[in-house]
């Protein structure tokens, strides 16, 4: 059964990559896609800038400010992919199409630059490797 694949890149939004996560786990739920789709999430190290190599040096705050600044999440160096995987069989063709026409218009998927990677693609033995050796 070959697999269809769409690559969404979130560059360093982990908030839309979790939305989108999510988005797929009810779907997958409601729609009982239990092994039809299939995701998983790749973060990729960015390489350092020069900002973020130097140390930070703490200051000494006290009440309200102390606690704004430790509440304040670090930014992550980190670019996201969600790897999507439909794995529909031959009789299911309609769905399969339809999936692939809606996941990509959906609102935390819009923004990620779609790819689509059929069989017939260039880059598709490469795609299903990474696919197979994220964990």
């Not at 800038?49 to 980190?78: C, I, R």
């Not at 299911?92 to 819009?110: G, T, Y």
């Amino acid at each position: 059964m070959p697999h269809i694949y769409l690559l969404f890149d979130f560059a360093k939004d982990e908030e839309k990559a979790q939305q989108a996560r999510h988005k797929l786990e009810v779907w997958k739920q409601a729609f009982r896609l239990d092994k039809k789709l299939l995701y998983k999430l790749e973060r990729i190290a960015a390489a350092p800038t020069q900002e973020s190599a130097k140390p930070v040096k703490a200051e000494k705050t006290k009440g309200k400010a102390k606690v704004e600044a430790e509440a304040a999440p670090p930014a992550s160096n980190e670019n996201v992919r969600l790897i999507v995987r439909l794995g529909f069989s031959g009789h299911e063709k309609l769905s399969e199409q339809r999936w692939v026409q809606r996941i990509p218009a959906e609102e935390p998927f819009q923004a990620a630059a779609p790819k689509l990677v059929k069989p017939d693609d260039a880059h598709f033995a490469e795609t299903e490797k990474q696919f197979e050796d994220l964990s």
